[in-house]
C-alpha cells in the first residue's frame, strides 16, 4: 500500500515569492492534515480537513497562508507571499477519521521549503 | 490548549542498554497517546501507540506505559540497536488534534 505522498520534497525560493505544497494521502483516508516542523521541534498542526471540509484551521496563519481539498482527496497548501520565518518541512498526514481512539496518523516525507 | 512536555531532549546508550523516554501532558481528556520515530529526512513514523483504557502495552523491544492520575507516559526501548538512533517524539490528542512533544534525539553508539 503506498503511504502519504508529498511533493516536491525540497524547494528554494526568495521571499515575497508564492510556494504551493501537494499532497496525496493513503487511499480510502477521508482525514487529511497539514503541519509545519520548524527545526528540532515537534510538529505543529496547521490545519485538518475531514473529506473537503476544512474543520480546523485554527493556527493557519490566513493572511498568508492558504489550503484546499476540493474533491476530498489530495491537498494543496499554499503560501503568498513567503516570508523567511516560514523556513521549515511542511509535513502531511492521513487517517481514516478524526484521531480518536481508533485512527492512527500516517505522515508522509515532507517538504523542506527555505525561504532567502 | 494541550501541552505535552518531553525529557530528555537528547539521550546517549550504548548498543544493548535500555532507553527510556518520558512525556507529560495538560489536557485530561487526552485518550490517544502515539509515539513518533523521525529518521533525518523523513517524516514521523508511528511505533507505537496507546488508549486511555490500558496502562502498558508491549511490542517486541518497545513498551508504552501510560499513567493517568499523573498525566504522564513513556517509552521504553530495550536491547537499543544503533539502527534505533533517530529522534522520537510523544503526542497527545486533544480532541482530534495531536499535540507533539519537541523530541528525543536518541543515539545508540556500538
Known amino acids: 500500500e503506498a503511504g502519504v505522498v508529498q511533493s516536491p520534497r525540497y524547494k528554494i525560493i526568495e521571499k515575497k515569492q508564492p510556494v504551493a505544497f501537494w499532497c496525496n494521502p493513503i487511499s480510502g483516508h477521508n482525514t487529511l492534515y497539514w503541519y509545519l516542523q520548524n527545526l528540532g521541534q515537534g510538529p505543529e498542526l496547521l490545519i485538518r480537513?475531514?473529506?473537503?471540509?476544512?474543520?480546523?484551521d485554527s493556527q493557519l496563519p490566513k493572511d498568508r497562508f492558504s489550503a484546499e481539498r476540493l474533491k476530498g482527496v489530495d491537498s494543496t497548501l499554499k503560501i503568498q507571499p513567503a516570508e523567511l520565518g516560514d523556513s521549515a518541512v511542511y509535513l502531511c498526514a492521513s487517517s481514516l477519521a478524526g484521531t480518536g481512539i481508533n485512527h492512527e496518523q500516517f505522515f508522509g516525507p515532507g517538504t523542506r521549503l527555505t525561504v532567502l | 490548549g494541550e501541552n505535552v512536555e518531553q525529557h530528555p531532549s537528547t539521550l546517549s546508550v550504548q548498543e544493548g542498554d535500555s532507553a527510556v523516554i518520558k512525556c507529560t501532558y495538560s489536557d485530561s481528556a487526552s485518550n490517544y497517546f502515539p509515539w513518533y520515530k523521525q529518521e533525518l529526512g523523513k517524516g514521523p513514523q508511528l511505533i507505537i501507540d496507546i488508549r486511555s483504557n490500558v496502562g502498558e502495552k508491549k511490542d517486541q523491544r518497545i513498551a508504552v506505559t501510560l499513567n493517568k492520575t499523573a498525566k504522564h507516559f513513556s517509552l521504553h526501548i530495550t536491547e537499543t540497536q544503533p539502527e534505533d538512533s533517530a529522534v522520537y517524539f510523544c503526542?497527545?490528542?486533544?480532541?482530534?488534534?495531536?499535540?507533539f512533544g519537541k523530541g528525543t534525539s536518541l543515539l545508540v553508539t556500538p
Open positions: 480537513y475531514e473529506n473537503e471540509e476544512a474543520v480546523d
Open positions: 503526542a497527545a490528542n486533544s480532541g482530534y488534534a495531536l499535540n
